[in-house]
């Protein structure tokens, strides 16, 4: 079974920013089977750098159009961007350190709080972005 498979259910019908999501998943896709075939350290350090940074590109693309459309829950919602950014952070550290089983846990603990955000948290702002002219 695939580490993550991409459904409707995750739409938060705002194109670019569904699109945003199905290609972040799809990075850890990658890195999870590379983990888990025992890629080089370099590979998998280069697939979590990419990944890292692609997430941090995500995050602030989102938080610009919730701050630009006035969204309501804009501050609560950059909150849970930061304890995201926390944990990417761990994980690069421990890939750095070569802590590959504790980093396989982690990779799994983004994915579900990640899937999780994207159902109950950015659902939330699909309305205020699709009514916003800005975007
Ligand atoms: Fe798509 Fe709030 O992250």
Redesign the pocket.
């Known amino acids: 079974m695939a580490f993550f498979s991409w459904d409707t259910k995750y739409s938060?019908n705002v194109p670019d920013?569904d699109k945003?999501?199905k290609i972040?998943l799809e990075m850890l896709n990658e890195l999870h089977d590379a983990m888990k075939q025992g890629k080089g350290k370099e590979n998998i350090e280069r697939l979590v750098n990419n990944s890292a940074s692609y997430a941090k590109s995500?995050?602030s693309h989102?938080e610009r159009l919730m701050e630009q459309c006035g969204y309501p829950g804009f501050q609560e919602?950059k909150k849970?961007?930061e304890f995201?950014v926390q944990k990417v952070n761990e994980f690069k550290n421990d890939v750095n350190q070569n802590n590959y089983k504790l980093s396989s846990e982690l990779l799994k603990f983004l994915k579900d709080w990640?899937v999780n955000?994207?159902t109950m948290?950015?659902s939330k702002y699909s309305t205020s972005i699709n009514n916003c002219k800005v975007k």
């Open positions: 938060v920013l945003e999501h972040l995500h995050l989102e919602h849970q961007h995201f990640f955000h994207i948290v950015d």
